[in-house]
Structures are given as structure tokens and as C-alpha cells.
């Protein structure tokens, strides 16, 4: 009798489920197949769960690096990144992550353990006690939260199609401890999942939109193409490559959409970007916004000449948003792009002569100037000998991911080092936040499988220098190069008040930052030279072993605030 009703017990059990596995069930029945987070209390036993049924799961030393690696995932694959997190501090350290994801346009999903909602909702003290979703909600795209396993399901179908659906972002998913201990039938909960569909389906842009912008396109005498990230995310490489080549216009790529078409493609004018967008007439802005790194689209940079613009963009919203967008193209970029080129016809008239020329000349003009800055191999280093030795690593390997980030190191690099590839260059995008270095880093190996070279201000990596272990831990292909000048902007900086401290921007001297994967078991270098940083580089790629490269920049390199000085707010008193 006993062994009968243990059986029945057991059979029992065998149809239940709870919502530890309906959580990972809907993952994986909508391929979310890794995982970025830091564990804890309520989502240990998650990321245990989810490890042992075939996730991956990545665990980092701080929210915010999962955070911003879940992001760039989200923006490499088109797939929401998720990041998972403890509730209340962990909540709110992944928090900044996921308005930088919103802001930027990449889907991912932070999705939080909480407190319970019947002592949060009367402020009694819970252990880690938030009103997580009503802080989440003005930061992100979408926010949702799962009280009971049944919903877990379409708690997760509507997470997925609000991140990737038409313009993408951040969606917060906020899951109670009890979640997940709840017990349900297997087979109701089985049905409970929801297999999205077309999350992310095509907008066909309006022919009449389309024909209006190839009229404005077609009158002008000064044309200019601008691709941003957005371009890039689309992954409709060969029709953006087919209407830039097919309009013959000269074309500038934001600093993510570089590589789209290659920085030496001939009809490029990054090296020439003061030129074209001063003197162009007509721009055509595919996947990018005219806000502060376009200059809002007028001012001093956009010069006297009158300027029509043509936008396409999946958001209606965003049009108008700095100044009149005479051809407004709404929809999918791929479908738009392809509307476009299918509305030139076989007879399309290239760009005028005479200005592609001008641009041609401005370009190699510029190019030629920079060439022997990048070729010096001074001692300690200027970023110019530093950034010129990088160069022709990338040129010499392309498939390469360059992450980038700093001030002078992400201002400069991202002009000195040209891109060959799509979404082979990633930043720190519209808030120009840092710290998205390491995070970016790792996303970049993983979903990838290409080795990854990260360029970082000294900075910048303090933001985030501590996943260097999680690097040497799970072994990524990741080389990271520390441009060390001492110091935030410079390292000369003196205390003004004459005191025993150092300056607000000064580091300290001589730090050798790569003893620190030397710790965890990676491999650090310490660079003199560009020679020296050359081959560092090359050692570390052709190892595929994680390498932290110690680059000593001369302490006096580098100008305050990089090249955004203007934003640095300036006193009157101060200037008498």
C-alpha cells in the first residue's frame, strides 16, 4: 500500500509544473537562448534552472554590464537581449542599462525577481521592498508584470513583440518570488505558452512617400546620404549598399553605422563630413535622428546653404522633430530601402559630377593630412601613434568587433579607425554613457563567436574593469586595449586649491592595469610603443586568450571633454 501511493504521488508530480520552468519554457519556445544577469535572491535558482535546460547563462559582478551586454545582443540579432536581476538594487543597477537600450532603439528585456506586491503595496518593509514596474514604466518602451504561472506565457509574448515590434527598445518584466514557486497542471500550463508570431513584422512605406522623396532626391545638386544605427540594426546590407552605389551619392555613416558600406568605399565622405554637411542641399537620413550628434539638423555645422530632407524611419513620430522633413518615409527600413531602389528604375541619374568630385577631393585631402599622424611611433604614446597602429590591425582583420568607448579614445578612434564590415563597430551610442565597454565586449564574443578588440579610455574602463574577470572566466576571445594617460580627458591636471589631494581628474600615475587580468588567470601586456601595441594585438587575436594591453599615453594627450567641449558649460566670471 505504501509503494502504491508513493507511486501515485509520484505521478502525480510528474503532472505538475511550476513557474520556475514555465519561465524557462517560454524562453526557449521563443529561441531565447542566452541569458545575462547577476544572481541572487529571487532568480538564483533561475539561472540554475535555465543553465541545466540548455540556456546560457552568463553571470556577471555588476547589473548594469549584464544590462548593457543584453542590450548590444539585442541590437546584434534583432532578438530581445535579456538581462535578469535581483529586485530593488539590482533592479535598479540593470535599470540604467535598459533606458540605454530604449534610447538607442535595441530590444532587450530586463525581467527582475520583486517583493510581494500585498507589503510593497502598503509600504510594510519587504526584504528588498520596490514598486519596481511604476519606477520602470517613463524608462523604457513597454513594462509588464506576472502575478499568477498561467500568464506567465503571454507575459513573455507581449514582452518579446513590444521590444522588436516596429521602433525597438527596452521592456521591463517584472516577476514576483511567489511566481515562481506556484504550481500548475503541466498540461494547462504547456497550453499557457505562446509561440510569437511575426513579432516584428514589415511596414510597407506609402508609394506616394516613396515617389515623393525620389522627386526631392532627384533636383538635387548636393546630395548626401547619412546612415545611422538604425541602418545598421536592419541587416538589409546589400539593398543599402545597392541605393548608395545605384544614386551615386556621397554617403557619411554614423559612428555605429560604419563598415555598412566600407570607410573606403569610394563614394564615402566620413573623412569630408564638414564639407558635405555644410554644403549639401538635399540629405537623405536612413535609420538616423537629426538630434545633438547631427547638430539637431541646423546651426553653424549645417552652414547657409538650404537643405531639404528626406527621412526614413520606422517611427511617424520622428519626423519633424528638429526641423521640416520635406520627404517623410515611413516604414521598415529593408522595405523602404527597397521601394526606393525599385522606384529609381534602370535609368537613375548618378549624383552631379562636379559635387561628388569636390567631396572626392575634400576626402583624399584630409586622409592624406591624417596619414603621417597615424604612422608615428613616439614614446609614451599620442593617441594618433596608438589609434594608427589599431588601424591596420582592423584593416588587416576585418571580421574583428571593435568596442569603443572613452572621450578622447572614442572621439578620435572613431575617425582614425576605418570599418570594413557591418556591426563591426559598437559604441556608446545616443547618451554617449560610459562603461558600456565590457558589457558590449562580452555580448559581442557571445553572440557572435568573432574575437573582439575593446579600445577604452582609462575612464571608461572603470566603469566596468571588473568584468574583466567574467571575461577570463567563461574564456572569451576578447582583447582589451587601455589607452592609460593618467587621468579623465588628461593627467596633468593639478589640484587648483593647492591641497594634498590630486586633481577631480587625475589617476593614478603609472597604474598598470594589466596586472588585473593577470589575476583572473588572462593574459596582461604593458605598451610603450605603437610597435609594441601592434603586436600585443596581433598576440591576443591569434591566441584568442582574454588580454588586457596596458597602453601608456603620454599623460599631456588628449583635450578636455574630447571633442564635445563645446557641451562643457563655461562661467562669463571666469572669462574676465
Known amino acids: 500500500m505504501a509503494e502504491a501511493a508513493l507511486k501515485a504521488q509520484e505521478d502525480d508530480a510528474q503532472e505538475l509544473t511550476d513557474g520556475f520552468s514555465l519561465v524557462i519554457d517560454a524562453m526557449k519556445l521563443n529561441g531565447i537562448d542566452t541569458i545575462y544577469g547577476v544572481p541572487g535572491i529571487p532568480i538564483t535558482d533561475l539561472g540554475r534552472l535555465a543553465q541545466a535546460a540548455g540556456i546560457r547563462v552568463l553571470s556577471f559582478r555588476h547589473e548594469q554590464n549584464a544590462g548593457y551586454a543584453a542590450a548590444i545582443a539585442g541590437f546584434l540579432t534583432k532578438k530581445p537581449g535579456v538581462c535578469l536581476t535581483v529586485s530593488a538594487p539590482g533592479f535598479l543597477n540593470g535599470l540604467t542599462a535598459l533606458a540605454h537600450a530604449t534610447t538607442n532603439c535595441f530590444p532587450m528585456i530586463l525581467i527582475s525577481g520583486s517583493s510581494e506586491r500585498e507589503i510593497v503595496d502598503l509600504q510594510q518593509g519587504d526584504y528588498e521592498e520596490m514598486d519596481q514596474l511604476a519606477i520602470a514604466k517613463p524608462l523604457c518602451k513597454a513594462a509588464y508584470r506576472v502575478l499568477h504561472a498561467q500568464d506567465i506565457g503571454i507575459g513573455f509574448a507581449r514582452a518579446i513583440r513590444a521590444a522588436v515590434s516596429g521602433r525597438p527598445g527596452g521592456v521591463y518584466l517584472d516577476l ?32 506616394a512617400a516613396v515617389q515623393r522623396a525620389l522627386d526631392v532626391l532627384k533636383a538635387a545638386k548636393r546630395p548626401l546620404i547619412i546612415l545611422g544605427k538604425g541602418a545598421a540594426y536592419a541587416q538589409a546590407d546589400e539593398a543599402i549598399r545597392t541605393l548608395v552605389e545605384k544614386s551615386g551619392v556621397p554617403f557619411l555613416p554614423m559612428s555605429m553605422a560604419k563598415g555598412l558600406l566600407p570607410d573606403t568605399h569610394p563614394q564615402c565622405a566620413g573623412a569630408a563630413r564638414s564639407t558635405v554637411l555644410k554644403d549639401s542641399d538635399v540629405v537623405m537620413l536612413i535609420g538616423a535622428r537629426l538630434n545633438w550628434l547631427l547638430s539637431h539638423g541646423k546651426g553653424k555645422a549645417w552652414g547657409e546653404a538650404p537643405k531639404k530632407f528626406i527621412q526614413v524611419d520606422i517611427e511617424p513620430r520622428e519626423m519633424d522633430s528638429n526641423v521640416e522633413i520635406a520627404a517623410p518615409v515611413v516604414g521598415d527600413i529593408a522595405s523602404c530601402v527597397q521601394a526606393l531602389i525599385d522606384g529609381m528604375g534602370a535609368k537613375w541619374a548618378g549624383a552631379p559630377a562636379d559635387w561628388t568630385g569636390t567631396v572626392t577631393a575634400k576626402r583624399d585631402e584630409n586622409v592624406a593630412k591624417m596619414a603621417p599622424r597615424f604612422m608615428n611611433n613616439k614614446t609614451p604614446m599620442d593617441y594618433h601613434g596608438a589609434l594608427g597602429a589599431l588601424r591596420t590591425i582592423i584593416k588587416e582583420r576585418p571580421d574583428t568587433i571593435l568596442v569603443n568607448e572613452g572621450a578622447n579614445t572614442l572621439d578620435l578612434a572613431r575617425g582614425a579607425i576605418d570599418m570594413y564590415k557591418p556591426r563591426k563597430r559598437l559604441d556608446v551610442g545616443t547618451w554617449g554613457v560610459m562603461g558600456v565597454g565590457m558589457g558590449s565586449a562580452i555580448a559581442a564574443a557571445v553572440e557572435t563567436g568573432h574575437p573582439v578588440l575593446a579600445v577604452e579610455g582609462d575612464s571608461a574602463f572603470g566603469f566596468c574593469g571588473m568584468e574583466i574577470e567574467t571575461i577570463c572566466r567563461y574564456g572569451l576571445p576578447v582583447c582589451v586595449v587601455v589607452f592609460n594617460n593618467d587621468g579623465i580627458y588628461r593627467g596633468v591636471d593639478v589640484n587648483a586649491g593647492g591641497g594634498a589631494d590630486p586633481a577631480t581628474t587625475a589617476f593614478v600615475k603609472g597604474a598598470r592595469y594589466d596586472k588585473m587580468a593577470e589575476a583572473f588567470g588572462g593574459v596582461g601586456i604593458n605598451a610603450t610603443t605603437p610597435d609594441e601595441l601592434k603586436r600585443a594585438v596581433n598576440q591576443a587575436l591569434d591566441s584568442g586568450k582574454p588580454t588586457l594591453i596596458n597602453a601608456v599615453i603620454d599623460p599631456a594627450a588628449g583635450s578636455e571633454s574630447g571633442r564635445i567641449g563645446n557641451l562643457n558649460p563655461q562661467s562669463k566670471l571666469r572669462k574676465k
Open 176 to 207: 514576483p518570488a511567489k511566481l515562481f514557486a506556484q504550481v500548475i497542471n503541466a498540461d494547462a500550463g504547456a497550453k499557457s505558452l505562446v509561440k510569437v508570431i511575426d513579432p516584428a513584422p514589415a511596414q510597407i512605406p506609402a508609394p
